[in-house]
């Protein structure tokens, strides 16, 4: 069925069913292409996203902004069928704003509407979790961050409380006890608290809380220019530079009308799939160590350090810090460069494939891998899990495949999949797809013509919006984007996908035993940072 026959058939569905759904027309979203905006009665939220869902949209990330002179508060909800994306608008009053929940229809929107209570104030009807998230202790349960009455700095107390009256959920029962982990952790890795309740060994209950290292992000963005905006996206989670920087200027590129050269869209297609396999290649050794096979870890590490290497070398910093810009890329190509990197991807390829026989013939390993940390087709779906996490339970969507943007329109994307929905199967898929970026690398040389690197900037007008979505090493990244007067940015929201696949973990760890904790948790790789804007 085609886009358009889908959206006709929905929207008369919801006409049936009394849902007013109004077609917002915004040329940026045009612009972007697969994107349409809708907007409908705040009374009709709930039920929309009940027919969404009975029509097999995915959701996929919410926000609000509050936008002077237009209205106390937009509420957005994204959605996804078939590589179509319906943003999804309502407004609601100052006065104790309230919305029903969409939690209860999609487990996936659970946090982020807990993220939007915390930053806005505004309140979930019906959501079955209302524990403050994002706030832990730092401001008053009064004040709400972003809001435009709330000053950059707040108002900081000179000692911030300890956050020691979260009510975790508990457990009782003969021989049931808890286990506290973090925030702190032994290892080097960026804070987070998790609460297992366990029976021996088996656990039974595991409960995530995160935001220790909230930034302020979606504040300090508030009146930037498209070029610091750009910078601050690359840092939302500092080992998904490309990724976010790309989304947040593909967004800013839609909003103000600029089209890329097609030399920098075939650059940033090169960054991003450097960024991808350097994660991966780590992401593989560091599961590999959490179940003591050291030497397969120490090879990894080697590659990826061969590997960000080069990129300091052609492309100026090892993670391509700052490399996209607003309307291109920073940093071109050379020819001389161009076949050094040819030659790294064959070195490569033969390398990692005899890492990978080790790593296949370890029957050690394999009793570790295999049926460990199981989350089912079901659970994946529910809860919206993307990339490895996501196309290892069966999952197949990835932006470059399904909502293909420059230079992904150009050449044919293999999706890596996996069905067992296992520790093992988020190593292959990893595996896979690293394979598939080194083809996509080499595609993206052979395309390369002369060319500009960066289009002039045009100045949007106040009010401009737009939508950016990229397929990041961990996933699909949604960044939205309203401009102010003066070329000044006055929202950006960045979803990162580990705001969708955090939750997983609290599943596919269920029944497994708490030693297996470490590698469950190392084959989601969530980002702290980019779930705690």
């Known amino acids: 069925m085609s886009d358009t026959n889908w959206t006709n058939e929905f929207l008369a569905l919801l006409g049936i069913a009394g849902i ?33 869902k009975a029509q097999g949209l995915r959701w996929v990330a919410g926000w609000a902004e509050q936008v002077p002179g237009k209205g106390p508060f937009f509420v957005n909800a994204c959605f996804e069928k078939q590589g179509l994306y319906i943003l999804l608008r309502t407004i609601i009053g100052e006065q104790k704003p309230q919305l029903l929940t969409q939690a209860n229809v999609y487990p996936a929107a659970n946090r982020s509407e807990r993220h939007t209570q ?8 019906g959501h079955e979790d209302n524990r403050r998230w994002t706030r832990h202790q ?66 039974l209950n595991l409960e995530e809380r995160l935001g220790y290292v909230h930034k302020g992000i979606e504040k300090i963005a508030e009146g930037r220019t498209p070029e610091s905006l750009a910078r601050l996206a690359g840092r939302v989670s500092g080992d ?26 075939l650059l940033r297609g090169i960054y991003a799939e ?9 992401d593989m050794g560091a599961i590999c160590n959490d179940v003591a096979f050291t030497f397969a870890q120490m090879q990894f590490t080697r590659l990826r350090e061969v590997w960000l290497r080069t990129n300091a070398k052609v492309f100026g910093h090892r993670l391509l810090m700052d490399s996209i ?23 490569l390829r033969k390398e990692l494939s005899e890492v990978v026989n080790a790593v296949d013939l370890n029957s050690s390993l394999e009793d570790r891998l295999y049926t460990a940390g199981f989350l089912s087709q079901e659970l994946a779906a529910a809860f919206g899990a993307l990339g490895y996490v996501g196309r290892a339970s069966g999952q197949h969507f990835d932006a470059r495949h399904d909502a293909a943007y420059p230079p992904y329109d150009q050449v044919k994307v293999k999706v890596a999949t996996e069905n067992q929905g ?35 900037w045009q100045t949007p007008k106040s009010g401009s919006e737009g939508l950016g979505i990229v397929e990041g090493w961990r996933g699909e990244i949604v960044t939205f984007v309203r401009f102010d007067d003066h070329n000044q940015i006055a929202r950006f929201y960045p979803r990162d996908p580990s705001q969708l696949n955090w939750p997983t973990l609290e599943k596919l760890v269920l029944n497994n035993i708490v030693p297996d904790f470490p590698v469950c948790n190392k084959s989601v790789n969530g980002s702290y940072s980019g779930n705690d804007l």
Request: charge should be negative.
């Open 20 to 52: 007013t759904v109004e077609p917002i027309h915004v040329p940026s979203m045009v612009q972007g292409g697969q994107k349409i905006l809708w907007q409908v009665d705040s009374d009709d939220w709930q039920r929309f996203s009940q027919y969404a």
């Open 118 to 125: 915390d930053m806005f104030g505004i309140h979930f009807v």
């Open 422 to 456: 296992d520790i093992a199967s988020r190593f292959w898929v990893r595996h896979k797809e690293i394979n598939a970026s080194l083809k996509l690398i080499e595609h993206f040389l052979q395309q390369l013509e002369p060319g500009d690197i960066v289009s002039p």
């Open 325 to 347: 810009v607003p309307g291109g890329v920073a940093n071109d190509l050379t020819h001389e460069d161009s076949n050094s990197i040819r030659q790294e991807l064959a070195v």
């Open 138 to 203: 730092a401001w008053d349960k009064h004040s709400h961050p972003l809001r435009k009455d709330f000053p950059v700095q707040g108002s900081p107390e000179t000692v911030t409380p300890p956050d020691m009256d979260y009510p975790f959920i508990k457990a009782h029962g003969a021989g049931v006890y808890e286990i506290p982990v973090g925030p702190v952790h032994a290892g080097i890795i960026e804070p987070g608290h998790f609460r297992f309740q366990a029976v021996g060994e088996l656990i």
């Open 274 to 282: 450097r960024e991808r396999i350097a994660n991966h290649l780590g």
């Open 240 to 265: 998904t530079t490309v990724g976010h920087a790309w989304a947040a200027c593909m967004a800013m590129e839609q909003a103000a009308s600029v089209t890329i050269p097609p030399r920098a869209a």
